[in-house]
């Protein structure tokens, strides 16, 4: 079976492992390697696997026709994708012998788009799971294959949820390869589609003077772990600082570690009221 997957992230590389131990991947697509803050080029997680497993692995910015050529000389049986920031051409989907499939982070038609973890935590929702689905022109719009139910945890965050549903969707697309032609596809009942967008920096500030309610503010922090956290300006030393608001109460200056509340206001003395206003407290 000839699979070429597709990601990007730590949360792709959990789907890839699960699904290279037990059918073998033909190629891995992800983004060219990235300075870091020092400067240093470093690769993406789904790159550093793939060195690591000797699969072949193929690094663009953009899915332009060369790189369409390429895995069309591949004849792959199934296209798989896990957490990959473009958008497959309809082209590059009509390549496969089978079919070109997505693992999405949501129970579709719900919370289609590119952050369905982080709003499901938003929206105060105690389920989501995971969808396979056909891929097709419209983002993920795909006819349903399959699906699975997770409770989320009070303390879920984005990092934990999507450590979970990469797993889960592994798992459950597996079955799905070893059936080949012979799959079930359910179309998705677009009158009950949601819609996310994509997150940015901005999303996670707040203004100290004027906090979210203390669930609101919780609902933020857990879905805004890891990125782009949740943070605030304050005023430290006569300096303003960006703090971030982590899980478990936890708060960080920039360029600092994190700490409690608790020790954080042993270190800031001066904000010790502030800081309370913001948790409500």
């Given at each position: 079976?000839?699979?070429?997957?597709?990601?990007?992230?730590?949360?792709?590389?959990?789907?890839?492992?699960?699904?290279?131990?037990?059918?073998?991947?033909?190629?891995?697509?992800?983004?060219p390697d990235r300075e870091d803050k020092r400067g240093h080029l470093t690769p993406s997680p789904l790159k550093t696997f793939a060195l690591e497993k000797n699969i072949p692995v193929l690094t663009v910015n953009k899915l332009n026709n060369a790189t369409i050529e390429h895995i069309a000389s591949l004849q792959p049986d199934f296209l798989v994708v896990e957490d990959y920031g473009?958008?497959?051409p309809q082209n590059l989907l009509a390549l496969p012998k089978y079919a070109s499939l997505n693992i999405h982070h949501s129970l579709l038609p719900k919370y289609r788009g590119?952050?369905?973890?982080?709003?499901?935590?938003?929206?105060?929702?105690?389920?989501?799971?995971?969808?396979?689905?056909?891929?097709?022109?419209?983002?993920?719009?795909?006819?349903i294959l399959s699906q699975k139910e997770y409770i989320m945890r009070p303390d879920e965050t984005t990092d934990s949820l999507l450590t979970v549903l990469n797993e889960l969707g592994a798992h459950l697309i597996i079955p799905l390869l070893k059936k080949n032609h012979t799959m079930q596809a359910t179309p998705q009942d677009e009158t009950q589609a949601t819609f996310t967008k994509m997150l940015t920096k901005q999303d996670g500030l707040i203004d100290s003077a004027n906090p979210p309610s203390p669930e609101q503010l919780d609902r933020m922090i857990r879905a805004y772990y890891p990125w782009p956290t949740v943070w605030t300006h304050l005023t430290i030393n006569g300096k303003e600082k960006i703090?971030?608001?982590?899980?478990?109460?936890?708060?960080?200056?920039?360029?600092?570690?994190?700490?409690?509340?608790?020790?954080?206001?042993?270190?800031?003395?001066?904000?010790?009221?502030?800081?309370?206003?913001?948790?409500?407290e």
């Open positions: 079976m000839k699979i070429v997957f597709f990601g990007n992230t730590i949360y792709s590389v959990i789907g890839a492992r699960i699904i290279h131990e037990q059918l073998g991947l033909s190629q891995i697509v992800t983004i473009l958008i497959l590119p952050s369905p973890a982080p709003a499901a935590i938003l929206s105060g929702e105690t389920k989501t799971g995971v969808t396979v689905m056909k891929m097709a022109k419209k983002v993920d719009a795909g006819d703090v971030k608001l982590l899980p478990e109460k936890k708060l960080q200056v920039e360029g600092k570690t994190p700490m409690g509340i608790k020790d954080f206001l042993n270190g800031y003395p001066t904000l010790q009221k502030v800081i309370k206003d913001i948790f409500h």
